[in-house]
């Protein structure tokens, strides 16, 4: 990506700040102090057993950096994490209470320090070691563990070794070689977990994945409703615990907890039943029924889930009472819900792992600079096309300078279209690093081109492609049901962004002007989930597939179709629709 004169007028600015600072020495603001962070709205409900639950992770471990609005709501490092999760069982201990540490899955693919190894190095493999030295009771695998399979093999082999049982993977296997040669499909970590809990309360708990199909080969994954008929599940939950923890890297809603959760209450029917899901990346809460909870957690450790239950003795059958929260994660909110101030909040584990993560980020050399961003631009906060649109400057901007460069069809007009789900993250301003990089646009892309296609045809290609869904309603559901199942999730947290800022009338708006952005929750439990309140995000949906600006030629002229070969054989059967003198097809 270039930012050619921005990049010369900042750095214009950034040398008068230094002037003006004299003494030259690093003046980096302390990272509480520099921008606005709203606390928490009232303290957490504690029960007798309480969660603090984590998912989706996907490498955000050095906490969310950008200063624009909201990201300083999630800025707090994995190392200020495990200092929050530190005070908080000793405020357990002194409350004499059970207080466990949960985690459901994704931990690959989001950032560079999961994803900017070097050649050769395995993805997350550097990064999860410092989840490690979070005192987790239960971990499940997500379905970002299995599109590759060497990333499996290493949470196999390196990785659930370490957590010593409690890493869990009901429904997940991997074909490894046997000690004689021949292949075995085993769990990857274990299919189920039994232990007591501090203060004595015995909890059977699973670690399901939903029917995920993207999985690589020689990777395993049994459907939940198959799950529920193997033996081994029987037995596991044929004893009646104080409580079944469910795990997993599934969604609370429409997904298939019901047919776990229903599995185990045809044989206990009054167990509490604890749910703690992951995968779509949105804060979300039901109770399928009144002695059970399901809760989800967000994504890119923005959010800290809290549960709480005030547990009843064995044998009563009345509602338990529930609390859940969804914590920002930022040193505000640690503290606040801690009682320790600045001074007295780091402790030095949680030092030595923001420590560790920068200098993996340094090996990484995610710091490498290949530009400034004057501005924001975002992937749903500002309508396409438009100038704050990170897919407007993709699609006419990036796409088209880049792809001329060193390419001898750069002189011959095109259209170059693109999906708009190969960006992955908004792109705030500021320094471009190679770890932007990776956050924003992690896929390499081929371009492929078709040269000759006439600009009329060409220009009926993209507005076809875009339609396809609204005109062919059954085919679109089922396509988003079958990406549902490959792992692709931005359509239900979009969604759910949408429904957040559709909620909110004008008036609210108005009222919140002082509120600073971020999530609104609305879930099915009782009461206000969100633990500090914000105002939502702007929404505006965006088309699934871009394009670059048309070269203003007579409908006539031919000219190159270029495209990223993941739309292939959409595209060709579309081009094949808008024209018929000539078959395209793959070669
Ligand atoms: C997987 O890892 C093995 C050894 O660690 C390596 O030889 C192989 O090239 C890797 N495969 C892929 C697809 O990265
Ligand atoms: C699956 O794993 C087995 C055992 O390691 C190996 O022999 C086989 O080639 C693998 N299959 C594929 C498709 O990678
Ligand atoms: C998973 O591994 C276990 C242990 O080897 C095996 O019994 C089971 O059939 C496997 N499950 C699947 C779905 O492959
Ligand atoms: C118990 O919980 C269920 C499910 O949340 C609810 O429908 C029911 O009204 C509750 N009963 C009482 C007595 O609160
Ligand atoms: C977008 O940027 C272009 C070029 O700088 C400018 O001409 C145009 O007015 C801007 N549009 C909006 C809506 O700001
Ligand atoms: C263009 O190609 C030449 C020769 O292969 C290479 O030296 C140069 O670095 C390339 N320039 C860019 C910007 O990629
Ligand atoms: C931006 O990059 C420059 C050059 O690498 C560096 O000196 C500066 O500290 C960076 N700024 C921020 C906010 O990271
Ligand atoms: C483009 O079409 C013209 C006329 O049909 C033909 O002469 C030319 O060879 C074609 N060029 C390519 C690259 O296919
Ligand atoms: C917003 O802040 C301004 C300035 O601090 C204050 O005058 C105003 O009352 C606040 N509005 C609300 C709704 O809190
Ligand atoms: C286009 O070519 C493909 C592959 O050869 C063929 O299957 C298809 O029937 C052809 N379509 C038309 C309309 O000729
Ligand atoms: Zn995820
Ligand atoms: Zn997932």
Same mark, same amino acid.
């Given at each position: 990506m270039q930012f050619g004169n921005a990049l010369v007028s900042v750095l214009a600015v950034i040398s008068v700040v230094y002037a003006c600072g004299g003494? #030259?020495?690093?003046?980096? /603001?302390h990272k509480r102090a520099s921008v606005p962070i709203t606390r928490p709205n009232r303290p957490l409900e504690w029960g007798d057993l309480n969660i603090i639950h984590t998912t989706d992770?996907? #490498?955000?471990?050095? #906490?969310?950096?950008?200063?624009?609005?909201?990201?300083p709501n999630y800025i707090a490092t994995l190392g200020e994490f495990a200092s929050f999760v530190t005070h908080m069982k000793a405020l357990a201990k002194e409350k004499d209470v059970d207080l466990l540490l949960v985690d459901s899955g994704d931990l690959h693919d989001g950032t560079g320090l999961s994803d900017g190894f070097p050649p050769g190095g395995v993805d997350a493999h550097d990064s999860n070691k410092f989840m490690l030295e979070l005192p987790y009771d239960l971990m499940a695998i997500g379905?970002?563990?299995? $599109?590759i399979y060497n990333n499996t093999l290493d949470m196999y082999k390196n990785f659930a070794p370490k957590l010593d049982g409690r890493y869990l993977s009901s429904n997940v296997n991997i074909t490894v070689p046997g000690k004689d040669g021949r292949a075995m499909s085993v769990p990857v970590g274990e299919r189920y977990r039994k232990f007591k809990t501090q203060k004595g309360r015995q909890i059977t708990a699973l670690g399901v994945l939903y029917d995920f199909t993207g999985n690589d080969k020689n990777t395993t994954v049994q459907s939940p409703a198959d799950m529920v008929k193997e033996p081994w599940f029987a037995e596991a939950i044929k004893d009646q615990p104080d409580v079944f923890l469910l795990t997993g890297h599934m969604p609370v809603s429409n997904d298939d907890w019901p047919v776990v959760h229903g599995a185990v209450r045809a044989v206990h029917p009054d167990t509490p039943i604890i749910i703690l899901g992951g995968h779509t990346h949105i804060r979300d809460c039901n109770q399928p029924d009144g002695r059970s909870i399901a809760l989800e957690s967000g994504r890119y450790m923005e959010t800290i889930g809290w549960l709480s239950a005030k547990l009843d003795k064995k044998g009563n059958t009345g509602n338990i009472t529930f609390s859940r929260r969804y914590l920002d994660t930022n040193a505000v909110t640690y503290e606040y819900h801690t009682g320790t101030s600045s001074r007295t909040f780091d402790t030095s584990l949680g030092k030595s792992i923001t420590q560790g993560l920068n200098k993996l980020a340094q090996t990484f050399d995610l710091g490498s600079l290949f530009g400034i961003a004057p501005q924001d631009y975002f992937l749903s906060r500002a /309508? $396409?096309?438009?100038?704050?649109s990170v897919l407007t400057l993709l699609a006419q901007e990036v796409l088209p300078v880049s792809l001329a460069i060193n390419n001898s069809r750069s002189s011959i007009p095109n259209v170059i279209l693109t999906n708009s789900g190969s960006l992955r993250f908004d792109l705030y301003s500021g320094n471009f690093t190679k770890n932007d990089q990776l956050t924003v646009s992690p896929f390499t892309d081929a371009f492929l081109y078709i040269p000759n296609v006439t600009a009329g045809v060409v220009n009926m290609v993209l507005p076809a492609l875009n339609n396809a869904g609204a005109n062919q309603r059954r085919e679109y559901t089922e396509r988003e049901t079958e990406l549902y199942r490959r792992g692709y999730v931005d359509m239900k947290y979009r969604a759910w962004l949408e429904d957040m800022a559709a909620r909110t009338s004008e008036v609210e708006k108005r009222a919140a002007a002082n509120l600073t952005l971020g999530y609104v929750t609305k879930d099915s439990c009782p009461g206000v989930g969100d633990d500090t309140s914000h105002a939502p995000l702007p929404f505006f949906s965006t088309p699934d597939f871009i394009g670059s600006t048309p070269p203003?030629?007579?409908?006539?002229t031919p000219i190159d179709l270029v495209f990223v070969d993941f739309i292939e054989d959409q595209l060709l059967g579309i081009l094949n629709n808008v024209q018929t003198s000539k078959n395209y097809t793959v070669l």
């Open positions: 003494d #030259g020495h690093n003046h980096a /603001p992770s996907h #490498g955000w471990l050095l #906490g969310h950096q950008k200063t624009s609005s909201p990201e379905n970002h563990e299995l $599109y /309508p $396409y096309p438009s100038n704050n203003s030629v007579p409908d006539d």
